[in-house]
């Protein structure tokens, strides 16, 4: 397994307060993404990060601002949460263009 | 716009019988598909994915057929295995890093 850990793993945290998500990796792959994971909705992609300090939009990015200052973090910060954002949250990282390898995912609850 | 459609949300099948899983998309620049296969509580693992130069790509008991012209794959899973119970996810990608999911299909091996 590629190794990808997430931190925390479960969280409850209050509308209008920030939350900060942390991906870690230890492949030092160049490639990670950030998805949330709902009912009906499968995987949608929030942001994806191409390098150091090299991030892009995903499909849901609304609400959500990421980081990466080192090839092994990636954070995902909801400046605002709100009870939308509750979910489960993936990260996951790749070499190359094709197979994205996942971590093992942070429930959040927005109260 | 759904470019990546899984039409069945469950399947159930009986063990040793063959468990058949769709998938359709609409992206003509799609050029490489993917399978995921996800446990309860854990992370989306990378089963098999195909190019699309091939229309067959086989690893073990997990088959994936692509049929370019219908812009429909599928997963065959012979023989069908009470551990082989999970959501299955179909992804797609092409021109980017980016991978699009379909909502996943919840697939039930009984013994």
């Known amino acids: 397994d590629a190794g990808i850990t997430q931190s925390p793993r479960h969280k409850v945290t209050e509308t209008g307060t920030p939350v900060t998500l942390r991906c870690h990796q230890t492949e030092n792959h160049r490639y990670m993404y950030w998805y949330r994971q709902d009912p009906g909705h499968g995987l949608r992609l929030i942001h994806y990060s191409y390098g150091v300090k090299d991030t892009d939009k995903g499909e849901v990015s609304d609400g959500y601002s990421v980081s990466r200052s080192k090839t092994e973090d990636f954070l995902l910060t909801l400046e605002s949460a709100t009870s939308s954002q509750t979910s489960v949250y993936f990260c996951a990282i790749s070499e190359s263009t094709y197979e994205q390898y996942f971590g093992p995912g942070t429930r959040l609850t927005v109260t | 716009d759904q470019q990546v459609k899984q039409n069945s949300p469950s399947l159930s099948v009986q063990e040793g019988r063959i468990s058949i899983l769709n998938c359709d998309y609409t992206n003509s620049m799609f050029d490489y598909f993917l399978w995921y296969k996800k446990y309860p509580a854990e992370g989306p693992t990378f089963l098999i994915s195909?190019?699309?130069?091939?229309d067959k790509n086989e690893d073990g008991r997990f088959t994936v057929f692509l049929n370019k012209s219908a812009k429909h794959l599928s997963l065959h899973i012979v023989p069908s295995q009470p551990g082989d119970s999970a959501v299955y996810f179909c992804?797609?990608?092409?021109?980017?890093?980016?991978?699009?999911f379909g909502k996943g299909t919840k697939l039930t091996v009984n013994p």
């Open positions: 992804a797609a990608q092409g021109g980017s890093e980016k991978l699009v």
């Open positions: 195909i190019s699309s130069i091939k």
